[in-house]
């Protein structure tokens, strides 16, 4: 079992800038990627950014050049970095670990970006 906590979130003006957290624990040795998902209301989730345990990283066409993904494997911990915001960002954002046999989820955390 793989244990996700994020942090993070909150409201923030277009334009601006925030950086999530997703601090894992448990049987962290299984984990081959990390990553960020999102969903917005009324809309499917969707990828926003992942990682590799080599630090390989993938992201979606709507956030590459304004988001970061980035792992520090002495934390257990990933981050999104996240810049020059979007209304269209606005969603809840929830962290994934996949092992070879199963995927986790933290409990998200909502990225609010409105004037």
């Known amino acids: 079992q793989v244990q996700l906590v994020e942090s993070g979130g909150g409201l923030v003006q277009p334009g601006g800038s925030l950086r999530l957290s997703c601090a894992a624990s448990?049987?962290?040795?299984?984990?081959?990627?990390m990553g960020w998902y999102r969903q917005a209301p009324g809309k499917q989730r969707e990828l926003v950014a992942t990682?590799?345990?080599?630090?390989?990283?993938n992201y979606a066409d709507s956030v590459k050049g304004r988001f970061t993904i980035s792992r520090e494997h002495a934390r257990n911990t990933v981050y999104l970095q996240m810049n020059s915001l979007k209304p269209e960002d606005t969603a809840v954002y929830y962290c994934?670990?996949?092992?070879?046999?199963?995927?986790?989820w933290g409990q998200g955390t909502q990225v609010t970006v409105s004037s």
């Open positions: 448990g049987s962290i040795f299984s984990i081959y990627a």
């Open positions: 994934n670990a996949q092992i070879p046999t199963n995927a986790f």
């Open positions: 990682i590799t345990s080599g630090g390989s990283p």
